[in-house]
């Protein structure tokens, strides 16, 4: 069974970072460019970044380029997301996923909130 | 980065048609056969119902079709039923791995 679990969300202030942690599993992560997306409660859904099968090219929405940083492990199947200098406006549900082809795999989400 | 541009809501009657549209410009929908468009119930994540403009996943009903003319994508629901009440995205390729969602179109089964 495919699985794409994300982690590591929470309350964070405005100026701070965080780490997102995607695990996938039941499909060759390694073959795949996979990206974050994120949702803002209540509004539509942004791409966020993306980054190549082996890790090596990476690509940012404009909104987060210079704050945010994607990068792979696929020796551990896991994707992840450094979040520095957050605003208020980074606050989402953060969805990890495959968005090229057939395969369609998308996590459940986890919930950035960005609050003093 | 803009936003391709969908309709905020279309609604029809169980067993009737409806179609999404989805503008977009020659660097995104128009540049590459690379539409897809995505279902999504409240509380969960996005299900893959069309891909590559045309083609749909194993298991999503042929209710469900996909086309593309110009810098526009269309998604099509025939047969309208109560499940397919739901958000529908549509998500363009626009090269070097970046991608473009649509503004979200709800539809609601009268």
């Known amino acids: 069974e495919v699985q794409m679990l994300e982690s590591g969300g929470g309350l964070v202030q405005p100026g701070g970072s965080l780490r997102l942690s995607c695990a996938a599993s039941g499909f060759t992560f390694s073959n795949y460019v996979v990206s974050w997306v994120r949702q803002a409660p209540g509004k539509g859904l942004e791409w966020v970044s993306s980054?190549?099968?082996?890790?090596?090219?990476?690509y940012y929405a404009d909104s987060v380029k210079g704050r945010f940083s994607i990068s792979r492990d696929n020796s551990k199947n896991t994707l992840y997301l450094q979040m520095n200098s957050l605003r208020t406006e980074d606050t989402a549900v953060y969805y990890c996923a495959v968005l090229h082809g057939s395969a369609g795999y998308w996590g459940q989400g986890t919930l950035v909130t960005v609050s003093s | 980065q803009s936003a391709l541009t969908q309709p905020r809501s279309v609604s029809g009657s169980p067993g009737q048609s409806v179609t999404i549209s989805c503008t977009g410009t020659?660097?995104?929908?128009?540049?590459?056969?690379?539409v897809s468009w995505y279902q999504q119930h409240p509380g969960q994540a996005p299900k893959l119902m069309i891909y590559d403009v045309n083609k749909r996943p194993s298991g999503v009903p042929d209710r469900f079709s996909g086309s593309k003319s110009g810098n526009t994508a269309s998604l099509a629901i025939s047969g309208l039923q109560a499940e397919d009440e739901a958000d529908y995205y549509c998500?363009?390729?626009?090269?070097?791995?970046?991608?473009?969602f649509g503004t979200g179109t709800t539809v609601t089964v009268l």
């Open positions: 998500c363009s390729y626009a090269g070097s791995y970046s991608y473009v």
């Open positions: 980054i190549s099968s082996r890790g090596d090219s990476t």
């Open positions: 020659s660097s995104d929908v128009g540049g590459y056969n690379y």
